[in-house]
């Protein structure tokens, strides 16, 4: 039997999968995940988040479910004490289990339930604690006039939800991996295996981020934004949260800088990994590891002409995450890219495996293992995603609207162009992607769906759902969703209810029952034992 290794999840938040170069993007600085990738993990060229907003995906990913399943499609709806994650999982199986306080996972409305996730969670102490160290940044310069101008008009338009450089050298992602160092540290400690979760904020707008990487980002590379005139058949979502946020008039140059702030904040992100993988080297525990790198959902980052993200629009750039894999040793696997499906359920089937834990539910997950194994080997045939309601539904909670009274109240809130679009039911409307990696379809309850020929158009720009050349691929898509929704829309519990109550058993039983035999009948129907059993008890004469 192998020894159980520890487990390690890193997941920045809002990455998209095309933020690093090895994923091909000439602006990126990604040196160390680079690396990564190529000589000691596999990066999932396709893996989809099954949400692409923060809460509805970390639900899914941290308990194998779809977020149709219980109803996880806002922001406001998280894992309740019926349901089990991963993390309380692996506790119970005899995992040392702790994270940070970036929840948006369990409710907290529960006295205790948050806690019940971790064996310990680092609240952060504020930036001059004693365990956070002096961190050097040194300045690499500075980006140049035209990209200062750039930056100075994107922050002007506050929706744009740029601000630049941070003069800052500390934050909460730099003290919260810190953090979890020092837990690293301390590893001899423990007498259990280590799970260690790692929630991050970066890079989640505001864009913003410090030097060194700020300046690290060479604006001439950063590739070109998809325009929103440059498509055709894109949902109505969209041009309502265009109308609200008033980006158009924003030149070429303050986008790119945006986007390159976005970037600078993601070679951040590869720094902090970095140090995380060196802590676990000097801690003699790297090889014993499991490290899971992966993000919750993308971020639009100037394509279509918007910032931020969307709840229930799936393209690329939202629903496909980077998903880096490193097995402990013994466990066969071929480092580097693989150009396969997958999706963020399957992180948790994998890593309940590689933890040798049962799950206690049913789930939809399928472990990558054979697929890091072996370059040649695919798990999935489709991948999905969905968000958005019901026309019935009204969900005022997206994007941090506490009530249907304040959602477009607040004109000062960032969120605001969204809140706003989303109080329309057509622009809202409940959603469901599907892909091949060929071809992706959209499903909608109103208005228009979608359907791509990725092969052809790698950006989503044109809608081919009323191309009859695209008909018989549509009639499969549509089929792939019915069968998919049909095999994953409940799980049945594991546990069995009792169809009576003991008091019901005992009426039930009572005439029966010799008078010899009572405590004995009470005691077992207590105990919930099968009726068989408890007739036969009730009816026993004593020898």
């Known amino acids: 039997m192998k020894k159980r290794p520890h487990i390690i999840i890193f997941n920045p938040d809002e990455m998209r999968w095309d933020t690093m170069g090895h994923m091909g993007n000439p602006a990126a600085s990604t040196p160390f995940l680079d690396r990564f990738a190529e000589t000691e993990a596999v990066s999932i060229d396709r893996c989809y988040c099954q949400n692409p907003v923060c809460v509805p995906s970390r639900c899914s990913f941290a308990t194998g479910l779809y977020p149709h399943v219980f109803g996880h499609r806002t922001m406001a709806h998280l894992l309740r004490p019926h349901e089990k994650s991963m993390f309380q999982e692996l506790r119970e199986a005899g995992y040392y289990v702790w994270m940070n306080t970036r929840n948006d996972l369990a409710a907290g409305q529960y006295e205790g339930w948050i806690e019940a ?169 790297y090889e014993d590891t499991a490290i899971f790198f992966f993000s919750d959902h993308g971020d639009f980052a100037g394509d279509y002409g918007l910032s931020e993200k969307a709840q229930n629009t799936f393209e690329d750039c939202l629903t496909r995450v980077p998903l880096l894999i490193k097995l402990p040793q013994g466990y066969p696997i071929e480092p580097g890219r693989r150009d396969t499906l997958a999706e963020l359920v399957d992180f948790y089937a994998t890593a309940m495996e590689l933890a040798g834990v049962e799950p206690t539910h049913d789930q ?70 599907t892909t091949d990696g060929r071809y992706k379809y959209v499903h909608r309850t109103l208005g228009s769906p979608e359907f791509y020929d990725l092969e052809k158009d790698a950006g989503e720009r044109h809608n081919e759902i009323n191309n009859p050349a695209y008909a018989k691929e549509i009639a499969r898509f549509r089929l792939e969703l019915l069968d998919w929704y049909q095999s994953t829309c409940d799980i049945v519990p594991r546990d069995k209810d009792r169809r009576f109550s003991n008091s019901q058993l005992w009426n039930m039983v009572s005439k029966r029952c010799l008078p010899e035999n009572e405590e004995t009948v009470k005691r077992l129907i207590r105990e919930g034992a099968a009726m068989g059993t408890i007739m036969a008890a009730a009816a026993k004469k004593a020898e």
Request: glycine share 8%; aromatic share 10%; proline share 5%.
């Open 364 to 433: 939809f997950g399928v472990s990558l293992l054979p697929v890091l194994a072996n370059k040649e080997a695919s798990v999935r045939a489709y991948a999905h995603s969905e968000g958005g309601r019901m026309a019935w539904e009204w969900q005022s909670d997206e994007y941090h609207a506490d009530t249907a009274d304040t959602v477009a109240t607040s004109p000062e809130n960032h969120y605001y162009p969204k809140q706003k679009a989303q109080s329309d039911p057509l622009g809202h409307t409940k959603g469901t992607m």
């Open 117 to 285: 996730q971790a064996d310990e969670i680092y609240h952060k102490q504020g930036l001059k604690n004693q365990i956070f160290p002096e961190v050097s940044l040194e300045e690499e310069g500075n980006v140049g006039e035209r990209w200062q101008e750039a930056g100075k008009e994107a922050g002007s338009y506050p929706y744009s939800f740029y601000t630049g450089l941070s003069e800052g050298k500390a934050d909460a992602d730099i003290e919260d991996v810190w953090a979890a160092i020092e837990r690293i540290k301390g590893i001899g400690e423990l007498d259990q295996p280590l799970c260690l979760f790692l929630g991050l904020l970066n890079p989640h707008p505001e864009y913003t981020c410090q030097e060194p990487w700020f300046s690290r980002i060479d604006r001439e590379q950063v590739p070109d934004r998809i325009r929103p005139e440059e498509c055709e058949g894109k949902p109505y979502i969209e041009e309502l949260i265009r109308h609200y946020q008033e980006l158009e008039r924003l030149s070429e140059d303050a986008w790119t800088e945006l986007r390159a702030t976005y970037l600078a904040q993601c070679a951040k992100i590869d720094w902090l990994f970095e140090q995380l993988c060196n802590a676990l080297k000097e801690a003699g525990i």
